[in-house]
């Protein structure tokens, strides 16, 4: 198991190594003055220079990379080139916001997607029915056409959230609650539908099995059929979808974020890119990177720890 | 938060307590006006500069008193006044065919919803210099703007492109084409992004755009900003003589004689069309029941000191 994990994290470094290689040098060789674009077209050349020089932007690309990675090792990715916060603190300020809003959008769509999911597979017929025309509906219908939704009725007709901001869990557990609960269900719909799907055709695949109909031979309940032994069966897939749509979630939130005023990653990383503001720009993708790998390491244990067949030995 | 939330305390040992009228300022900042008017109708905020106006009715039902401000004109930027990039913006009557070919009441009312007052001229109303005579001296008038481009040597129009910079919806670029279009000039449009929208009009890749524009309170500084020579809005450093004359009589005269210079200057520049204004902008703040604010001209927020809790 040591050296699984292991060897999972080597082979994550090496993803994040590329991926951020590719985006340093896609960024810096994207053509242009990038000291020039910061500065604006009534800048004198001179002025553009410093500029270059001041950011470094005057050594050899490679040489830049060189100071950038021998940089990030130390924690240090450098700082805004237009707020001059730090990249690490401008992150980190927003990663507890948005993790707040995924790891609650992914907790409520694995929860609701595992009951719809199982009443759809074993009630069958209407009740079934009911569900797919609610997965449609869920993969159809915008997640920020239903965040307007929400806020108006929720928290504007019936004051029973607040309409924007954020507060800390750490501040207030009440007034956090209140500030992501319509968040996090606009987050969490389309998410619901994709998994209830997959969830549901897993299930009704597991319960066709040989073994289900020995279990069910042998007197077993058929609350324990289906939840002790079919859905432990049919959740590796919903595992999954469940990790890609959490990954989804991290830069999909953007909308959401901006639709109730969350400072969250999404926000930062479209005024980032817009701007040009490379340093930064470099600090969310390591920071995404991190944590995709790390989720795909636990997805990778979860899954061996429903499906012994995958276990490593 | 940097870009999200600022917070502020009362810095007890500052000098002039009697204008520090709050112990916490938390200044929140909304990307767009459906967040902004959902932190005004869930009553959240005290006082809210709107991003534009299309919600001012909204935001009164909800309560809130609006304090209109007009602190910008808001029309086409004429630069190309000598025709380097476009030949055609070189010639006095087709600048003066623009100014009679939009509808100002008409562009009001469908961009703005006739928030602010219809305009023909970059001074405030404030300024010495102004002129009320001078709004209406291009009244709207398609037959004239085709006749004067007739007799520019444009009997069938001219091409022109024009930035399309998103900061407050398509319709003022639509409308613009449609007048224009109505008199014989084909505009085109190239997007850019509000980040560039600057630094493009200014390089300049364009022979003209729409834009709003400061009308500062001073002669002096509206000149040095749109009409002179070396103007920051005048970008192909177009030179007239006549204004030279006229800003150094501003900068360097009598009281009595820098305000004559730049009544003259007023009359002028509406006289050869250097901008096509439309309308001064009403610009709101919004402030809660519980909140009082007094607007200050020459500046888009009210100061801090001139926002007070009722009571």
Redo the contacts between chains.
């Keep these: 198991m040591l050296r699984f994990v292991l060897r999972r994290l080597a082979a994550g470094a090496v993803l994040v190594a590329v991926i951020t290689t590719v985006t340093f040098f896609l960024l810096y060789l994207s053509g242009g003055n990038i000291a020039r674009r910061i500065l604006?077209?009534?800048a004198t050349a001179q002025t553009v220079q410093q500029k270059a020089h001041e950011l470094g932007l005057d050594r050899p690309v490679l040489t830049q990379f060189g100071a950038w990675v021998s940089h990030a090792v130390h924690g240090d990715l450098g700082s805004s080139w237009f707020?001059g916060?730090t990249v690490t603190n401008?992150i980190t300020?927003?990663l507890s916001v948005t993790l707040s809003l995924v790891i609650s959008a992914t907790v409520i769509t694995a929860v609701v997607a595992v009951v719809l999911g199982i009443v759809a597979a074993t009630r069958r017929g209407w009740a079934d029915r009911v569900v797919q025309v609610l997965s449609v509906l869920g993969f159809a219908v915008p997640g920020f056409l239903v965040a307007?939704g929400l806020?108006?009725l929720f928290?504007?007709d019936l004051?029973w959230f607040?309409?924007?901001?954020y507060t800390a869990l750490t501040a207030s557990p009440s007034l956090w609650l209140s500030s992501i609960a319509l968040p996090v269900i606009a987050l969490s719909l389309g998410g619901i539908a994709g998994v209830t799907a997959q969830i549901r055709g897993s299930v009704i695949d597991a319960l066709r099995q040989d073994y289900v109909r020995t279990l069910r031979s042998r007197g077993l309940s058929e609350a324990r059929v289906v939840y002790k032994h079919g859905l432990r069966n049919a959740a590796g897939p919903a595992l999954s979808v469940l990790a890609v749509q959490f990954v989804g979630l991290l830069g999909g939130a953007v909308i959401v974020e901006?639709?109730?005023?969350i400072?969250g990653l999404g926000?930062?990383a479209v005024?980032a890119t817009?701007?040009g503001d490379i340093p930064l720009v470099m600090g969310l993708v390591l920071a995404t990177a991190l944590i995709v790998v790390v989720l795909n390491l636990i997805v990778d244990l979860l899954q061996g720890w429903l499906n012994p067949k995958v276990r490593i030995r | 938060m940097i870009g999200s939330t600022y917070v502020y305390t009362k810095n007890p040992n500052y000098w002039n307590k009697s204008i520090q009228h709050y112990d916490k300022l938390v200044i929140n900042v909304y990307q767009n006006t459906s967040t902004e008017v959902n932190a005004i109708k869930g009553g959240q905020v005290n006082g809210v500069n709107m991003i534009d106006n299309s919600a001012n009715d909204t935001v009164k039902a909800s309560g809130y008193t609006l304090y209109p401000h007009e602190l910008d004109w808001t029309g086409l930027m004429l630069m190309d006044r000598t025709g380097k990039m476009n030949k055609a913006l070189g010639n006095v009557d087709v600048r003066r065919a623009i100014n009679y070919a939009i509808n100002r009441a008409a562009m009001l009312k469908a961009v703005d919803a006739n928030n602010g007052t219809v305009t023909g001229q970059i001074f405030p109303t404030t300024s010495p210099a102004y002129d009320k005579a001078l709004d209406n001296a291009y009244p709207y008038d398609p037959a004239k703007a085709k006749q004067l481009l007739a007799q520019a040597g444009y009997p069938n129009g001219f091409t022109m492109t024009l930035p399309e910079i998103n900061i407050s919806g398509t319709t003022v670029y639509d409308l613009v084409k449609q007048y224009l279009g109505a008199v014989g000039i084909t505009v085109s449009y190239q997007q850019v992004a509000l980040n560039d929208a600057i630094a493009a009009i200014l390089a300049p890749k364009y022979a003209a755009s729409w834009f709003r524009l400061q009308e500062d309170p001073t002669a002096w500084q509206i000149a040095n900003f749109s009409i002179d020579k070396n103007a920051v809005f005048n970008p192909f450093h177009a030179d007239d003589p006549k204004v030279d004359t006229l800003v150094s009589t501003i900068q360097k005269g009598s009281d009595a004689q820098a305000t004559a210079a730049a009544q003259q200057l007023d009359k002028y520049a509406v006289d050869q069309a250097y901008f096509d204004p439309w309308y001064r902008v009403a610009s709101t703040f919004a402030a809660d029941k519980n909140t009082t604010v007094v607007q200050q001209s020459d500046n888009a927020y009210p100061y801090l000191w001139n926002i007070t809790p009722k009571g």
Excluded: C, D, K, N
């Excluded at chain 1, 901006?258 to 005023?261: L, Q």
């Design positions: 604006g077209q009534q707020t916060q401008a300020s927003r307007l806020v108006t928290a504007i004051h607040r309409p924007t901001g901006e639709v109730f005023a400072p926000q930062v005024g817009g701007q």
